[in-house]
């Protein structure tokens, strides 16, 4: 796979790909939609439309290193997920809770994880 990224002008881009951290938005929602439709069926859940919208919340002083009391990352993260069917509301409610618990990408965000780099 070639996956494209880029930055917006403002960080000397020229806005032809998602940049590091909406990239990382991306995957979380690829992961929950993927989770909730495998797990939709595999419980006999009929989804007559899937969505998502998330929104990051980010500084850039932490980014630029001009203020290091700011994380350069995203200091909040909202997911809403748009989802219908017909389904009683207590089964979409189950299988959402299972989703989230079983997201390999939500668990990865709302967890820290040892990151080893190296530079040679």
């Known amino acids: 796979f070639a996956l494209d990224g880029d930055e917006p002008p403002v960080l000397l881009g020229s ?24 797990n939709a069926a595999a419980q006999g859940i ?3 439309s899937l969505r998502f919208e998330l929104e990051g919340e980010l500084d850039l002083h932490g980014f630029l290193g001009l203020t290091p009391e700011v994380r350069p990352g995203y200091q909040n993260v909202r ?8 389904a009683p509301e207590d089964r979409v409610a ?7 618990k079983t997201s390999p990408v939500l668990d990865i965000l709302r967890h820290p994880v040892s990151v080893t780099t190296t530079r040679v």
């Open 79 to 86: 997911v809403t997920c748009h989802l219908d069917s017909d």
């Open 15 to 38: 806005n032809h790909g998602p940049n590091a951290v909406e990239a990382v938005l991306h995957a979380l929602a690829s992961c929950l939609a993927v989770g909730t439709a495998y």
């Open 94 to 100: 189950a299988l959402w809770e299972h989703v989230q």
């Open 46 to 48: 009929e989804i007559h």
